[in-house]
């Protein structure tokens, strides 16, 4: 578990300001209860394909699929 706090103390600094500063105006600090994610949501700044890139510029696969089309 430390290993990926580390990774997101050293690798996600700008996603974790945009979530703090959210917390000002948005309860929470996110929109929805699953887009919060411990210790502190990601801000996707893109979309490609399967790929979602955070603020950060760390790309992740896109296992949710979006989330929304999959709905459909």
């Known amino acids: 578990m430390e290993n990926y706090l580390d990774y997101y103390k050293t690798k996600c600094t700008k996603s974790r300001a945009i979530y703090e500063n959210?917390?000002?105006?948005i309860p929470g600090g996110?929109?929805?209860?699953?887009?919060f994610?411990?210790?502190f949501p990601?801000?996707?700044?893109?979309?490609?394909?399967?790929?979602?890139?955070?603020?950060d510029?760390?790309?992740?696969?896109?296992?949710l699929q979006a989330g929304g089309p999959t709905v459909f």
């Open 22 to 25: 959210a917390q000002q105006y």
């Open 30 to 35: 996110v929109q929805h209860n699953l887009a």
């Open 37 to 39: 994610n411990y210790p």
């Open 42 to 55: 990601l801000a996707f700044t893109k979309a490609e394909g399967a790929y979602l890139y955070d603020a």
């Open 57 to 63: 510029g760390n790309k992740y696969i896109d296992f």
